[in-house]
C-alpha cells in the first residue's frame, strides 16, 4: 500500500508539474509543428511518374514461379542500379541526383512499378521512361553476351560433328536412306543364316565361304550403326544450336523493343498533393515537439524538487542547531 500511495502521489506530483507549465507543453509542440508545415509548404513542387513494365518472358504460373521472383528481382536491380541510372540521365538529358528512383512489384506476377519523383514534371517523366527501358536492355544485353558466346562454342561443336560425320560417310561410302539400312540388315540376316547352316554341315570350306560373306555384311551394319550414331551426335549439336539461336534471337527482340519507337511504356504524371506531407510532417514535429516539452518539464522538476528537498534539509539542520543552544531547565531542588 505504500508503494501504491508513493506511486499516486509521484503521478500527482508529476501531473501537477505538467500543469504549472502547461506552457510549455503547449507551445513547443505548436512551434515544431508550425515550423514543419511551412517547411513542407514553401518546399518546391514535387511531380511523380510511374511506368508499368509487363515482363512477358517469364512463366506465371507453375512450380517454376521463382523463375518470375528471380526476372522481377533482377529488374529491380538493374533499374536502381547507377549504371542504368546513368545511361537513362544520359538518355532524358537530366541528372540522375535530381530524382529519386524506386520500383514495385504488383502482386505476385511480372509486374513491375517504376516510380520517379521530382521538381520538374518533364524531366521526371523521361527520367523515369528512360529507366524503365534502360532496365528491360539491362537484362538484355547481358543475355545477349552470354548467348552469343554460347552460340559461338555451339557452333564449333555442330561444325566439329559435321565434319566427323562427312568422314565417316566418305570413308564408308553407304547411305543411310530407310531403303539402304532395310537391304543391309536383310543381307545381314541371310549371311548370318547361311553361317549357322555350314556350321550345322559341318563341311569346313562352306563354313569359310559364309564366315567372309558373314564379316562382309557385319562391317556395313557396323558403318551404318557408327554413322547414325554421328548423325545423332550431329542432330543433337544442331538442336542446342538452334535453341541457342531462338534464345539469342528474342533476347535481341526484347533489347530492340526497348526502343521508344518500337515500345510505348504506359507512363501516368502526376503532381504530389502538398497538404497530405506537410499534415504528416506537421504531426511528426508535434510529437517531436512534445517529447521534447516533457523532457524539458522533467528536467525542470527534477531541479525543483533538488532545490526543495535542500532547503527543507538546511531549515531541519538550523532547527536542530536553535534548540541545542537552548539551555536546559534547572531541575528544581526537593
Given at each position: 500500500?505504500?508503494?501504491?500511495?508513493?506511486?499516486?502521489?509521484?503521478?500527482?506530483?508529476?501531473?501537477g508539474a505538467i500543469g504549472r507549465r502547461a506552457w510549455i507543453v503547449i507551445l513547443i509542440p505548436l512551434l515544431a509543428a508550425f515550423a514543419a508545415a511551412v517547411?513542407?509548404?514553401?518546399?518546391?513542387?514535387?511531380?511523380?511518374?510511374?511506368?508499368?513494365?509487363?515482363?512477358?518472358?517469364?512463366?506465371?504460373?507453375g512450380p517454376v514461379t521463382s523463375a518470375v521472383d528471380q526476372a522481377v528481382s533482377d529488374f529491380q536491380s538493374a533499374a536502381t542500379s547507377v549504371g542504368v541510372l546513368d545511361l537513362a540521365a544520359e538518355t532524358a538529358g537530366v541528372n540522375r541526383r535530381d530524382f529519386d528512383i524506386s520500383t514495385r512489384r504488383v502482386g505476385q506476377g511480372g509486374v513491375v512499378l517504376v516510380v520517379g519523383t521530382g521538381e520538374d514534371e518533364d524531366a521526371v517523366f523521361n527520367m523515369v521512361d528512360a529507366v524503365a527501358r534502360e532496365a528491360?536492355?539491362?537484362?538484355?544485353?547481358?543475355?545477349?553476351?552470354?548467348?552469343?558466346?554460347?552460340?559461338?562454342?555451339?557452333?564449333?561443336?555442330v561444325d566439329r560433328a559435321q565434319g566427323?560425320?562427312?568422314?565417316?560417310?566418305?570413308?564408308?561410302?553407304?547411305?543411310?536412306?530407310?531403303?539402304?539400312?532395310?537391304?543391309?540388315?536383310k543381307r545381314y540376316t541371310n549371311a548370318r543364316d547361311a553361317f549357322n547352316a555350314a556350321q550345322a554341315s559341318g563341311d569346313t570350306e562352306q563354313i569359310a565361304e559364309a564366315q567372309a560373306f558373314l564379316d562382309e555384311k557385319t562391317a556395313v551394319i557396323d558403318d551404318i550403326r557408327q554413322l547414325s550414331a554421328l548423325q545423332s551426335t550431329l542432330t543433337a549439336k544442331q538442336e542446342a544450336l538452334e535453341s541457342t539461336?531462338?534464345?539469342?534471337?528474342?533476347?535481341?527482340?526484347?533489347?530492340?523493343?526497348?526502343?521508344?519507337?518500337?515500345l510505348e511504356l504506359p507512363v501516368t504524371n502526376d503532381k504530389l498533393n502538398w497538404m497530405t506531407p506537410a499534415l504528416r510532417s506537421a504531426?511528426?514535429?508535434?510529437?517531436?515537439?512534445?517529447?521534447?516539452?516533457?523532457?524539458?518539464?522533467?528536467?525542470?522538476?527534477?531541479?525543483?524538487?533538488?532545490?526543495?528537498?535542500?532547503?527543507?534539509?538546511?531549515t531541519r539542520v538550523m532547527e536542530k542547531q536553535r534548540r541545542a543552544t537552548v539551555p536546559e531547565r534547572a531541575a528544581p531542588r526537593s
Open positions: 500500500m505504500l508503494n501504491d500511495d508513493r506511486s499516486r502521489i509521484e503521478i500527482r506530483d508529476w501531473l517547411n513542407q509548404i514553401a518546399a518546391p513542387t514535387t511531380y511523380r511518374s510511374i511506368a508499368t513494365v509487363t515482363l512477358v518472358d517469364v512463366p506465371t504460373t528491360l536492355r539491362a537484362k538484355a544485353k547481358v543475355q545477349i553476351a552470354l548467348l552469343t558466346a554460347q552460340v559461338e562454342a555451339e557452333q564449333r561443336l566427323d560425320y562427312d568422314d565417316a560417310k566418305l570413308e564408308t561410302n553407304i547411305s543411310l536412306n530407310e531403303k539402304f539400312v532395310t537391304i543391309s540388315e539461336q531462338i534464345k539469342l534471337a528474342l533476347a535481341e527482340g526484347t533489347r530492340d523493343g526497348a526502343d521508344p519507337l518500337l504531426l511528426a514535429a508535434a510529437v517531436f515537439g512534445l517529447l521534447i516539452a516533457l523532457a524539458i518539464v522533467a528536467f525542470l522538476e527534477v531541479g525543483t524538487t533538488r532545490r526543495r528537498q535542500r532547503r527543507d534539509t538546511r
